[in-house]
């Protein structure tokens, strides 16, 4: 491999993320005609809701089926872009997409060209802290569902689901349908809410699925408890059981109404958040959604701010798999008419207004199921808020109230609240809510800002970086 | 099915399973305890996002147990702190 851009294999469209969008953006794309790279850091395609073994069937979305397209798209998984440049020549703008092996191979650096790029990068459960939420036996809804997806393991004998939002309900599914058993579903907001939006439900064809997913639950004898949350977990190395309370509706715990369920596992989601690293490093401008979370700004196109850079599916906010699919559909026609290829879709229009109702109507649920504050509550001064570097909220507390921090910003400089592994991807959130100054656009784009997607060994980074200022 | 060993012990797992997966499957909740408390950690996000189960594979700490596919003849050890300090529980 070469360090330097311009000598690296030239594709016309690199796509990131080999999910719903990334795969059905790359088909649109090659069957126009362009060269096609995928890369994605999964071992096997389909991203987190086709997630399948490895010695599974390959994915291909629905729609997307013509083999001889598919034989012209390199995939290149189990690899992970970290970064990506952009060098302008004149007229002719490139972009050099840096990669890296998995963890097997995180010394594998690569570099590869590309002419446009679309970000299909998807998303990553959204956990809140509570006390014990550090035992092992605690995972994210999303987690489990990989542990069963992926290897066919289930993430443990007797399971709570706990958080907010109709994703709690496919996780039980999921667990229920491998042979596993669900203590409860622990949905910290009201879905009646939801009734108002039954004609929405059927419209982009969710009512059927949600339907599927009660019955299963009445079936299995699983108490589905609306307004009500995990305030705790109990366990000395690993989960034995939580304690759950009545909440109101900004989720502060009715005083007795704890109950105590025995449990060797808990889940934990309250909702996504897009995984905005690559657009947010490449200065696209971002948005609050009405998750409150982050996403890419894009256009009618899927084109984000900065020329050449398209997104699709979750990154642009969450919105299910169907969405993320037509989004694919229609970055990749897009990119492929600005390489002057005629658009591969037979009725875009049509796409386009079933885009944007899917995403009104993925707008309007997420209203249904709001994040509250009475989480705070629980937070004990030893609960772990950041967990890689073991940050507990007393001392988060003790740097807003005592030193003044304001912001989350702040609160990380003086906490290292943020700082591990995970370069806050687990914890912003919960950081962001116990500030002051909160919710803010630009107070959450700071912290999604990452120099890299994922830690690169020092001696591979230093090579490129020498590479890239001979260029300049 | 691929063998494998784990902390020292010998076992067979499920063919494309993940390193987590296998340690699961095996009963195994936690293989790895964190650098400043020391306290037991496992699957969290299970999409390779976390960071919290890292483990020590082939010699090489701090690897994602939840995205790596197990290989055959895979040697994985639990690991304390920043896995480089050797030991295995
Ligand atoms: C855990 C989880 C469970 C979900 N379950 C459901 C469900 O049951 N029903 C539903 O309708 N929706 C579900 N969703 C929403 C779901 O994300 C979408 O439905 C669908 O998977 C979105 O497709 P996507 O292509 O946008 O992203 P994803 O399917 O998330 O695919 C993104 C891909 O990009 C890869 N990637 C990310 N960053 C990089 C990088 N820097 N380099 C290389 N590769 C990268 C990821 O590894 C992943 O494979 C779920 C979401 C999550 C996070
Ligand atoms: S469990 Fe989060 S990275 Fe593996």
Redesign the pocket.
Same mark, same amino acid.
Do not use: R
């Given at each position: 491999m070469s360090g330097d851009p311009l000598d690296a294999t030239e594709r016309d469209v690199v796509v990131?993320?080999?999910?719903? +969008? =990334?795969?059905s953006a790359a088909y649109a794309a090659a069957r126009a005609g362009c060269t096609v790279t995928i /890369? *994605?850091?999964?071992p096997v395609?389909?991203?987190?809701?086709?997630r399948r073994r490895i010695d599974a069937a390959t994915y291909r979305p629905r729609g997307c089926d013509d083999e001889a397209v598919w034989r012209r798209i390199h995939i290149e998984s189990a690899?992970?872009?970290?970064a990506v440049e952009i060098i302008d020549h004149g007229t002719q703008r490139i972009f050099g997409v840096r &990669?890296r092996g998995d963890d097997r191979h995180r010394r594998d650096v690569d570099l590869v060209r590309a002419r446009r790029l679309i970000i299909? &990068? =998807? +998303?990553? $459960?959204r956990p809140l802290p509570v006390p014990g939420w550090d035992l092992p036996g605690v995972m994210? =809804? =999303?987690g489990a569902?990989?542990l069963i997806k992926g290897s066919g393991v289930l993430p443990g004998n007797r399971v709570v689901v706990a958080g907010t939002g109709p %994703?709690l309900l496919?996780v039980a599914q999921a667990i229920l349908e491998a042979g596993g058993s669900v203590a409860a579903v622990v949905e910290a907001n009201d879905p009646v809410a939801l009734r108002r939006h039954r004609s929405a439900l059927t419209n982009v064809g969710k009512a059927g699925e949600l339907a599927r997913f009660i019955t299963s639950l009445t079936r299995h004898r699983v108490p589905y408890l609306r307004r009500h949350r995990v305030t705790r977990v109990h366990g000395d190395t690993t989960v034995t059981g939580v304690t759950l309370a009545r909440v109101d509706a900004s989720w502060h715990a009715t005083p007795g109404t704890d109950r105590f369920i025995e449990a060797d596992t808990l889940t934990l989601g309250y909702g %996504?958040t897009a995984?905005t $690293?690559?657009p947010a490093q490449l200065g696209c401008t971002l948005q609050v959604s009405a998750d409150e979370g982050l996403a890419v700004t894009v256009d009618d196109d899927q084109a984000t701010s900065v020329t050449g850079v398209y997104a699709?599916?979750?990154?642009t906010g969450?919105g299910?798999? *169907?969405l993320?699919g037509i989004e694919?559909l229609l970055a990749g026609a897009a990119v492929a008419r600005s390489l002057d290829h005629p658009s591969p879709l037979r009725d875009e229009p049509a796409l386009r207004r079933s885009r944007d109702r899917m995403r009104a109507f993925a707008d309007a649920l997420a209203t249904a199921f709001p994040l509250r504050s009475g989480w705070r509550d629980d937070l004990e001064d030893d609960t772990v808020v950041c967990r890689c570097e073991e940050v507990p909220a007393g001392r988060i507390r003790n740097a807003i109230t005592e030193l003044g921090a304001h912001d989350a910003r702040t609160v990380k400089l003086l906490t290292r609240a943020g700082m591990g592994w995970c370069q806050g991807r687990v914890c912003s959130l919960a950081v962001d809510r116990l500030c002051p100054r909160s919710a803010t656009l630009d107070g959450q784009a700071r912290a999604a800002t990452r120099p890299v +997607? /994922?830690p690169v060994p020092l001696g591979a980074v230093a090579d490129i970086n020498l590479q890239s200022r001979r260029e300049s | 099915m691929p063998e494998i060993i784990i902390d020292g012990r010998a076992v067979t797992v499920a063919d494309g399973v993940t390193v987590a997966a296998a340690l699961m499957s095996e009963g195994i909740r936690s293989w790895r305890t964190t650098r400043i408390a020391g306290n037991p950690r496992g699957v969290f996000c299970g999409?390779?996002v976390c960071f919290d189960c890292l483990v020590t594979l082939n010699g090489e700490p701090n690897v994602r147990a939840c995205i790596t596919p197990v290989e055959p003849g895979d040697v994985i050890d639990s690991q304390q702190g920043t896995g480089h300090d050797g030991g295995v529980s």
């Open positions: 990131v993320g080999a999910g719903a +969008a =990334g795969m /890369i *994605d850091a999964n395609a389909g991203g987190q809701y086709h690899t992970t872009v970290y &990669t299909a &990068t =998807g +998303a990553y $459960d994210t =809804g =999303g569902q990989a %994703f496919a %996504f995984q $690293d690559l699709a599916g979750e990154s969450v299910g798999v *169907d993320a694919g +997607a /994922i | 999409m390779g």
